[in-house]
C-alpha cells in the first residue's frame, strides 16, 4: 500500500466527515452452550452473556470516530439505563452526541443476540431504533458533512420516506453516500429502496443481502445486476473477506486471521466505517476494502458490537506505515 501523506482523516472545509441517524439500541448477547432456545417451559445454560451497546449505525459511528473521523449521530435514546450506556460508548469512542436526544417517551430499543460464535440470531424490540423522524435532522447540518452513512435502512420506519431528500440536500452540499441496508425483517427488500439507489456512491451489502436486493439467485448476478446502479458495490463475505466492484474494476480482499474469534457482532458496521475511511481519504479501492477488512476482522476479537475495534494507529501498524 503506498498513500504517503494521505492519513489525513478529514477536511475542514466541512464540520463533520460523517454523519449517520442512529438506530440506538443495546445488545444483550448470549453466547456459548445452547443458546438456542426451546418453547414448553424448557430451560437451557448459556456459557456467558454480555450487555452492549448495539445498532448498525452507532456501532458505525464508534469506529469511524476511532480512525479520526469527526463523526456525528443523530438520533434519541430513553430516560433509562440503556440510555445512559449508549450516550457514554458514542462519547468515550469520540463521536459528537449534540445530536442525540433523551426521549422520555419511549424506550430504549433492545437486541437479544443469541451467538453461536460463526452464526447468530435476533430477537429486537425496536424502540428508540425507529424513534426519529424528518423533524430531528437539522437542515444545516446536512450540508455541513462530507459523508452521509445510511443503515438499519429497515428497521427505521419513521425516517426512511425522508431519505430520498435528506440525501438530496447531503449532495447538494458536495457530500457523498453510503448505504447498508442491513436485512429486511419483512423480506419485502422494497420501501422505496430501488428509487434510492441511483443516488447511493457506496452499496455495502453482505452475500444474502446482494442476492435479495438485485433479486437474484446467485451473489454473481446480483452484483452484475447492481454495479451499473451504483458507482461502488462492496460485497462483505464474512470469514472470504470482501469483494469490490465499480464499473471498471474488480477485487477481492481476503479477511484477516484472528487468533481467538469470539462473535462477529458490529464487525460489518466496523468494515462498512474502515472502508469510508479509505474512500473519504480518495484511496485506491482495493486499500479501502483492506483497511474495511482489517477493521472487521479484528473487531471479532471481543463481544459485543464495540469493545474490539481498532483504531487508525493500530491499523498503519499492521500494515507497516508510518
Known amino acids: 500500500m503506498t498513500h504517503s501523506g494521505r492519513w489525513r482523516g478529514n477536511d475542514m472545509d466541512k464540520d463533520y466527515d460523517v454523519i449517520t441517524m442512529g438506530d440506538c439500541?443495546?445488545?444483550?448477547?448470549?453466547?456459548?452452550?445452547?443458546?438456542?432456545?426451546e418453547f414448553g417451559q424448557k430451560e437451557k445454560v448459556v456459557d456467558n452473556y454480555s450487555l452492549?451497546?448495539?445498532?448498525?449505525?452507532?456501532?458505525?459511528?464508534?469506529?469511524?470516530a476511532k480512525l479520526g473521523l469527526r463523526t456525528a449521530v443523530i438520533g434519541k435514546v430513553g430516560d433509562d439505563p440503556f440510555g445512559d450506556l449508549i450516550l457514554r460508548r458514542l462519547s468515550d469512542a469520540g463521536v459528537d452526541v449534540s445530536h442525540v436526544a433523551r426521549d422520555e417517551s419511549v424506550r430504549t430499543g433492545i437486541t437479544v443476540v443469541m451467538n453461536t460464535g460463526s452464526d447468530r440470531a435476533m430477537l429486537t424490540y425496536t424502540g428508540t431504533i425507529d424513534?426519529?423522524?424528518?423533524?430531528d435532522v437539522p437542515d444545516g447540518l446536512l450540508g455541513s458533512t462530507r459523508h452521509l452513512h445510511v443503515g438499519s435502512y429497515y428497521l427505521m420506519d419513521r425516517i426512511r420516506p425522508h431519505y430520498r431528500g435528506i440525501i438530496e440536500a447531503?449532495?447538494?452540499g458536495g457530500g457523498t453516500v453510503s448505504l447498508d441496508t442491513n436485512w429486511d425483517p419483512?423480506?419485502?427488500?422494497?420501501g422505496g429502496l430501488k428509487a434510492l439507489l441511483p443516488l447511493v456512491d457506496v452499496l455495502m451489502p453482505n452475500e444474502n443481502e446482494v442476492m435479495a436486493i438485485a433479486g437474484a439467485e446467485t451473489v454473481d448476478a446480483a452484483i452484475n445486476s447492481l454495479r451499473e446502479t451504483v458507482p461502488v458495490l462492496v460485497v462483505k463475505r464474512g470469514k472470504d473477506g470482501a469483494t469490490v466492484h465499480s464499473r471498471g474494476e474488480d477485487h477481492a480482499v481476503p479477511a484477516v486471521k484472528v487468533d481467538a474469534l469470539v462473535d462477529t457482532v458490529g464487525s460489518g458496521d466496523s468494515f462498512d466505517a474502515g472502508f469510508l475511511y479509505g474512500y473519504l481519504n480518495?484511496?485506491?479501492l482495493v486499500e479501502c476494502a483492506r483497511i474495511g477488512s482489517i477493521c472487521g476482522s479484528i473487531k471479532t476479537r471481543a463481544a459485543g458490537?464495540?469493545?474490539?475495534?481498532?483504531?487508525?494507529?493500530?491499523?498503519?501498524?499492521?500494515?507497516?506505515?508510518e
Open 25 to 37: 439500541c443495546v445488545d444483550l448477547i448470549l453466547s456459548g452452550g445452547s443458546v438456542v432456545p
Open 52 to 64: 452492549e451497546m448495539g445498532g448498525s449505525c452507532t456501532i458505525f459511528a464508534c469506529q469511524a
Open 131 to 135: 424513534a426519529i423522524g424528518r423533524e
Open 170 to 172: 447531503v449532495k447538494a
Open 186 to 190: 419483512a423480506e419485502r427488500w422494497d
Open 282 to 284: 480518495a484511496m485506491p
Open 305 to 321: 458490537g464495540i469493545a474490539g475495534q481498532v483504531t487508525l494507529a493500530e491499523i498503519r501498524g499492521m500494515i507497516g506505515e
